[in-house]
C-alpha cells in the first residue's frame, strides 16, 4: 500500500520561504518518477517540478530559479523548497509519484500515487 504524507504548508507574506515535505511509504523515492504539483481554486492541477531516480530534476518556468526539488533516499523522502514566494503560488500542494520515468513534461494523469495536500497560502 502506498502512501504519500505531506506536510510544511502556511501561510506566507509575499518573498517568503517555505519548504514542503512529503514522507513515502510502500514506494521507494530511488525509483520510477516524484513530483510536486499544485492546484488554485478552480484551475487545473498543474506539475511544480520533478525528480527522476537519478536525482534529474525539471521544473515548471513558473518555478524555475526559485524553487527547489530534491529527495532523501535514506528517509524516503521528497522535499519542494520555495523561496521568493508570490501570490500566485498560492494553492494546494500535492507529492506524487509513479513507477515509471519521468516525462519531459509533468502530467497529473501520468502519476499513480498522489498525497492528501498540504495548503500553501501567499499574501
Known amino acids: 500500500h502506498v502512501q504519500l504524507v505531506e506536510s510544511g504548508g502556511g501561510s506566507v507574506q509575499a518573498g517568503g520561504s517555505l519548504r514542503l515535505s512529503c514522507v513515502v511509504s510502500?514506494?521507494?523515492?530511488?525509483?520510477?518518477?516524484m513530483g510536486w504539483f499544485r492546484q488554485a481554486p478552480g484551475k487545473e492541477r498543474e506539475g511544480v517540478a520533478g525528480?527522476?531516480?537519478?536525482?534529474?530534476?525539471s521544473y515548471a518556468h513558473t518555478a524555475k530559479g526559485r524553487f527547489i526539488i530534491f529527495k532523501e533516499n535514506a528517509k524516503n523522502s521528497l522535499y519542494l523548497q520555495m523561496n521568493s514566494l508570490k501570490p500566485e503560488d498560492t494553492g494546494m500542494y500535492y507529492c506524487?509519484?509513479?513507477?515509471?520515468?519521468?516525462?519531459?513534461?509533468?502530467?497529473?494523469?501520468?502519476?499513480?500515487?498522489w498525497g492528501q495536500g498540504t495548503q500553501v497560502t501567499v499574501s
Open positions: 510502500g514506494f521507494t523515492t530511488d525509483s520510477g518518477c
Open positions: 525528480i527522476d531516480r537519478e536525482g534529474s530534476t
Open positions: 506524487a509519484a509513479t513507477p515509471w520515468v519521468c516525462k519531459d513534461e509533468l502530467s497529473a494523469p501520468d502519476f499513480s500515487y
